[in-house]
């Protein structure tokens, strides 16, 4: 074992190995959990969350004809809403719950969505869903 100039035994290598592993370790874990936050549970699913006075994504996209689900995540631990007024959608969504969704659009074209809890579409929560043929 060596010793440091003061006479302290030196930490052995071999324990510095182990304590870099295992916080490249827990890194890697809590990166894996956030990622797998971050993707759908279904295959075929989009993911839309709710935070602050925003939406995670502004600009959908899906095709006519096929069946959209959409997972509503609401982070916040108040109420927003999801509305797209022209396809007849309006889904509360209740604080820090997540909400599923599934339609058809049956036509192409470019939709507004937006919160529709006073004041949120005001305040810039809004996006854009566009069908596509």
Not at 68 to 75: A, G
Not at 86 to 109: E, Y
């Amino acid at each position: 074992m060596t010793t440091l100039e003061s006479g302290i035994p030196a930490p052995n290598q071999s324990l510095k190995w182990l304590f870099t592993g295992l916080i490249i370790g827990t890194l890697l874990a809590i990166l894996f959990l956030i990622a797998s936050r971050t993707l759908s549970t279904h295959p075929g699913t989009i993911t839309l969350k709710t935070s602050g006075l925003q939406f995670s994504e502004t600009e959908l996209h899906v095709k006519v004809g096929q069946t959209v689900n959409l997972e509503l995540f609401n982070t916040d631990g108040y109420a927003h809403a999801f509305d797209i007024d022209v396809l007849g959608i309006h889904v509360p969504l209740p604080g820090s719950q997540t909400t599923t969704l599934t339609f058809t659009p049956t036509q192409p074209g470019v939709y507004e969505f937006y919160c529709g809890a006073y004041g949120h579409k005001g305040a810039g929560m809004v996006g854009t869903l566009i069908v596509e043929p």
